[in-house]
């Protein structure tokens, strides 16, 4: 079958032809404009030896009405229609209502003074083979009926009846009330059986017809055949599928995912539920479902290469528009230690960032010896890295301009490969930023000399200085900033809560007398709002 959808603009061009759905998985989009108060319209022709028919969804975006019909374009006499205040909109057509013929759809313009128009129309292979047949069945007899159902493994069979009657149904050989394949039976005037596609085999089949009612009463029975793969497989591009789930019934999707760097959003709509497993189908007691909300996405962390199966399923008949959006999207984005990054990343979802210090036995935790400053900038939040060492690190965030910050100094230790995770609750862009400068943990302090340097807020740069042994000095030390303070110890790194000695309130200079043949330990201290410039000055006398 052949599916030909033909695009005219009124008045503008004649006979436009557009690419045969057939040829790209049955979807083709039209973007246009239109002015208001004129139509544009399309055809869509379905040839009468199609063998299996065909459903039909339309999606138009715009300030515009949408209109299908048969025979003309019309504007008052189409069989559907959908005028509604909506950007959006959208028509079902399934097998049993798109008869073989020529179908026309109009695309109004009903703003001024005009509006562009999307219009995309997808079609997937489908049957309505309904056979209905009346008749009268005394009390206690039964009448027969045959019915052959082709050998494919994409047939899905309803067979309903209406009427005091009872319902058999057996393969192969005509059913009896004690003998019999599946039946219905009861008060209810309407009885119906249903055989999914999976696993439906048989050619011939049985239909009894039971008289449950007081003589010879009428009754309605109607057969309807549809084509319905077992599996519909779903294309690695965006694609929205309509379909009817029968009551008490699962209907599969198959979705081969080869590719790990990749992000899967199903969403389901309508009154059924969704269910989704890796390897094998999805039940109610294997895979994940029924899931609520009715849209999942499956992150790209998650995303294991092979054959993923999604069941849609439901208490009750109901219709449903299941949407299958797979997007390129990496689990670990990584960083440099002096780089930047701008992504993109899905609201509920979450991404790592990895970054490798230097180190030459990757098992152990390494000094940094340089200063590391991370940045986030965007509406996300982030798990922050797991560190360790012998000062501080900290996180600042600034929700009014979207910023989140961490700060390792030189002393840190850290593990050679560090990850950490982001995340939002919208889908939004964010960009990370690294920068490192270089800085031993510790630096040698020669005498009477002068050193320069940045310390950030809450952190301590260290120096180490060695005093000529068997001599009595006298050691003074200073900075030029009353925005840092100083912590002297021996023989180890001092902490603003342990040091032998430290600078008095507002007062930046340290004066020691002392003999020792211990290295002594000087940390200068930023006690600012921001980063603090200073220079220490180291003198000695004897």
């Not at 005219?8 to 061009?13: K, Q, R």
């Not at 960032?353 to 230097?358: A, E, M, N, Q, R």
């Amino acid at each position: 079958m052949r599916l030909v959808l033909v695009a005219s603009l009124l008045y503008l061009v004649s006979g436009l032809e557009l690419p045969i759905p057939g040829d790209s998985n049955g979807i083709v989009t039209y973007n246009g404009t239109v002015t208001n108060g004129t139509y544009t319209y399309f055809t869509l022709s379905i040839p009468l030896a199609s063998a299996y028919g065909m459903d039909w969804t339309l999606t138009l975006t715009g300030p515009v009405d949408l209109y299908v019909n048969q025979g003309s374009p019309s504007l008052t006499s189409g069989s559907y229609s959908n005028t509604e205040d909506l950007n959006t909109k959208s028509i079902f057509l399934n097998a049993c209502n798109l008869t073989s013929n020529v179908w026309y759809v109009v695309v109004y313009g009903s703003s001024s003074p005009s509006a562009d128009y999307s219009l995309t129309s997808v079609t997937v292979p489908r049957s309505c083979r309904e056979t209905t047949m009346t008749d009268n069945v005394s009390n206690g007899s039964m009448k027969l009926y045959m019915f052959t159902i082709p050998s494919e493994d994409a047939f899905e069979w309803t067979v309903s009846l209406t009427g005091s009657a009872d319902l058999y149904i057996r393969d192969y050989q005509p059913p009896t009330t004690s003998e019999y394949y599946t039946f219905n039976v009861g008060n209810d005037t309407t009885k119906s059986v249903f055989f999914p596609s999976c696993g439906f085999y048989r050619l011939f089949w049985y239909v009894g017809v039971y008289g449950t009612g007081p003589g010879s009463s009428p009754f309605t029975l109607t057969s309807t055949i549809r084509y319905r793969p077992c599996l519909i497989n779903l294309p690695s591009t965006p694609i929205s599928l309509n379909d009817t789930v029968t009551a008490s019934n699962m209907q599969f999707f198959v979705f081969n995912v080869s590719d790990p760097n990749l992000e899967w959003e199903l969403t389901l709509t309508g009154s059924a539920d969704l269910y989704i497993n890796l390897g094998s189908l999805p039940d109610n007691l294997e895979g994940w479902g029924p899931i609520s909300p009715s849209t999942s996405i499956i992150n790209a962390c998650d995303m294991t290469p092979g054959i993923w199966y999604v069941g849609v399923a439901s208490s009750a008949t109901t219709s449903y528009t299941l949407t299958s959006i797979p997007r390129t999207r990496y689990c670990r984005i990584y960083l440099p230690l002096d780089g930047s990054d701008t992504s993109n990343i899905t609201g509920g979802t979450y991404q790592i960032i990895s970054l490798s210090f230097p180190s030459s036995n990757p098992s152990n935790l390494v000094s940094l010896n340089l200063e590391w400053t991370l940045t986030l900038f965007g509406s996300v939040n982030w798990t922050l890295p797991w560190l360790a060492g012998n000062s501080t690190w900290d996180s600042s965030s600034d929700e009014t301009l979207h910023t989140r910050t961490i700060f390792a100094d030189a002393c840190m230790m850290v593990r050679p490969t560090m990850e950490f995770t982001i995340y939002a609750s919208d889908t939004t862009d964010y960009r990370i930023v690294s920068q490192t400068k270089s800085r031993p943990c510790v630096i040698d302090l020669p005498s009477n000399t002068t050193t320069s340097g940045i310390v950030h807020n809450g952190h301590l740069h260290y120096f180490r200085f060695t005093i000529p042994p068997y001599l009595w000095i006298e050691w003074t030390i200073s900075t030029n900033n009353s925005d840092t303070q100083l912590y002297v110890t021996q023989d180890d790194y001092p902490s603003t809560s342990v040091s032998d000695y430290r600078t008095d309130p507002g007062s930046t200079n340290l004066t020691i007398t002392l003999q020792t043949m211990m290295p002594m330990y000087v940390g200068v201290y930023g006690s600012g709002r921001s980063p603090s410039s200073y220079t220490l000055d180291s003198r000695i006398s004897r």
